[in-house]
């Protein structure tokens, strides 16, 4: 590999990364923060936000600190991911983001955004429980080859199957927009083949998100 | 306890909109119409406004069915009673 990396967990000291790693995801190709869109707040506020979420680490979704895997070149960041197991103590990743986002966003403002939630709902993945989600795939761009990609993906997905035995983990999964959809094509190269396409006819949601449609991906193991 | 399910079932009915709703401690998300993610939102706000009580985020994402809120709900208000 060009640029030989390691993988540890996310630490504390590590969210800030997480924050940039998920901001950066979530905008992929664009200049839109969809989380900063929806909820009518500035990028710095979607980031200090993100910060208390993560550090209050709740297990199941991907808005956690543990859910995260630090790639390292040496002493220096090279990417991140974040990976979790749907429904991994019997509640679902969308539900627990909602409490979580009841707790986090400002009433008004996530009263503001209820129907642009609504909007947007045909792009929200169901997910099948027990199973490894992806997200939040970011690789620091001097880093950045399909490559390091490839094997970010293969060696998250399989750590977390590693880590949990007893679940008999068949299934991985990730989702693209359609802008990063090379990137989901690209994941057929490690047995990642299409899944489901998630869309939406409204041009309206161009104000809160990049693209209306999102791809889905899924490996066997 | 049946007290507390008939309120948290009117609450439901008037969220989900629909009058025929029938929650029991055992109902999950799965098994109501229209309890996913965005209207859990509201249904977890009318419940709280409702029992005039207010839910941790440690408290609430450990509800796995009806009868985990419930117990919540007598737990909250027995407290304020006390």
Redesign the interface.
Known sequence: MRYPVTYRPAIPDDVDFCVETIIRAEKGRSDILPYARIFGLTEEEIAALLKEILL?D?EGQELALSSFTILMHNDEYAGACGSFIECI????S??????????YIP?AK?EAA?PV??ML?PL?MVREPHTVQLESLYIIEKFRCMELYLDMVRTIAEGRIAQYPELNIKRSYAGFSEQNWFMGKAAARIGYRFHSELSIDNPEALKYISSLKRYVVMKQH | MEKLLSEVTEVYRRVLKDPNLVLSPDSTADDVDGWDSLNHTILMAEVQKHFQIKFALKEVIKFKNVGDMLELIHQKISNRQQ
Request: hydrophobic fraction near 40%; aromatic fraction near 4%; charged fraction near 25%.
């Open positions: 209050e709740i103590n019997g509640v679902s969308n539900r627990l983001k909602s409490d979580i986002f009841r707790h009433a996530l209820l939630l609504q709902k929200n």
